[in-house]
């Protein structure tokens, strides 16, 4: 995964450390996007999630697990969403960091989708979502005029 790799490079450039690309797998099933596996430095992302939020998983979900497992090899055990761990995400991946990283499991139909623009909340049909994951089309607020965002955190 080519986010993995530069998230990595970058955390090692910055640390000075010359840390190993982790394995990934795609063994992670029900409505858990990915977990980090610390001692077997090892991330295991859910296939049918990255399918239906690839965006998703290359902003948010690979970044917080790879920062699980970078705050384990530095600091050792830690609360898993402490300061050394925002201090990781935000300091050193320069990700937000979210402590959710959870989906709900989308692939029902007549579910929806929330987008958030500067306003309000938008609830999408999956098929307006899937244009969007396609990069087919962008749909904006009437009211405040801003693209509508996939809001990852709402859809648990
Ligand atoms: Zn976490
Ligand atoms: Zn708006």
Redesign the pocket.
Known sequence: MRCLREKLRQANLTLQTNYTEPTVNYQQRGGTAGTAWLQHWEIRLNPVLLQENQQAFIDEVVPHELAHLLVYARFGRVAPHGKEWRWMMESVLQVPAKRTHRFAVQSVQGKTFTYL????R?ELTIRRHNRVLRGETEYR??????ILRYDVRNSI
């Open positions: 623009c500067d306003c309000q938008h607020c009437r009211r405040c005029g801003k």
